[in-house]
């Protein structure tokens, strides 16, 4: 059973539409909250967004290859070609440079093959259930970054400015998501979610976040995981795995983590070895668990 408090604080998040933001030393599972989320209230795939000093509100939103695409017009441009192929757009019947789809690359109807919007802007479009969207380790941000989040969380919309300023010629421009097989349609330029998504930001507590951030937020600390919430977790990654045998591989885990300051991680590596090839390891099991098991904080009592 999951913890009652992290159930109260899932529930609160999804009601009030706020962003919940975990908090926790490293693998105790804030990541995985994300999936179990996703998966029992049946809502898709997570959207994940890692964060690096270098991740910006721009690149979470959507990504514009600007340069791609005027390289491809200027390459069709110095080259003639024999005349329009399979699937090319030649209105004249020509087959002059021009025509293709390459040579599109900087009319209005060809700005979507280089938009791809990224995992905040795909969680934010129009879908009918909300989406799950994980925003992992966010401490890592640059010091602007979760500011920049806060307009973006209160109104659950954005602009993609390079198609806002040709809505008038081109409304409606369909582009590339988060989600490698999902297309979306831009109208005007403009995003806007019809449910607002899950959102799920963890810390690693290696930073203070501002005031006005952390208001916005719904904060939750996660303690060390016990066994019924080790074996959700084990299955979030592996479903098919609730055996007598994973179920003692948690159990000695328990033991093994007392002090060690261990992370989920480490056991589900444990889990994943013990699956493979269909059976348990006979010789050197213990030698194995052991190397898998090291403690993470050198200064943790054995």
């Known amino acids: 059973m999951p913890d009652r408090d992290e159930v109260d604080a899932v529930n609160a998040a999804l009601l009030l539409r706020r962003p919940l933001l975990i908090t926790g030393e490293p693998g105790v599972g804030k990541s995985s909250l994300a999936y179990r989320i996703a998966r029992e209230l049946g809502l898709g795939g997570v959207l994940r967004w890692p964060i690096s000093s270098r991740s910006t509100l721009r690149a979470g939103l959507y990504e514009y290859d600007a340069i791609g695409r005027a390289q491809d017009a200027a390459t069709t441009r110095h080259s003639p070609g024999p005349g329009p192929g399979p699937g090319s757009h030649d209105p004249s019947g020509s087959g002059a440079a021009g025509s293709g789809d390459v040579p599109d690359a900087l009319s209005d109807s060809g700005i979507g093959h280089y938009l791809r919007l990224g995992p905040l802007g795909t969680a934010l479009l129009p879908f009918s259930a909300p989406r799950v969207l994980l925003i992992d380790e966010l401490d890592k941000s640059d010091i602007d970054l979760p500011n920049d989040l806060l307009d973006v969380f209160e109104e659950g919309e954005y602009r993609v400015t390079e198609l806002n300023r040709m809505s008038a010629r081109e409304p409606v421009v369909r582009v590339h998501t988060a989600d490698p097989d999902l ?35 719904l904060r939750f600390s996660m303690k060390d995981p016990g066994e019924a919430r080790l074996a959700d977790i084990v299955a979030s990654h592996f479903a098919e795995r609730s055996d007598e045998r994973t179920r003692r591989l948690i159990r000695d885990f328990l033991d093994h983590r007392g002090g060690r300051g261990l992370a989920a991680d480490q056991l589900l590596n444990a889990v994943y070895l013990a699956g493979a090839g269909g059976r348990q390891p006979a010789d050197g099991w213990e030698r194995l668990l052991d190397f898998l098991w090291q403690r993470l904080n050198p200064e943790a009592a054995e």
């Open 183 to 217: 297309m979306a349609d831009i109208v005007g330029g403009q995003v806007r979610c019809r449910a607002f998504p899950v959102i799920v930001i963890t810390s690693n507590g290696e930073r203070e976040f501002p005031p006005a951030f952390l208001r916005r937020c």
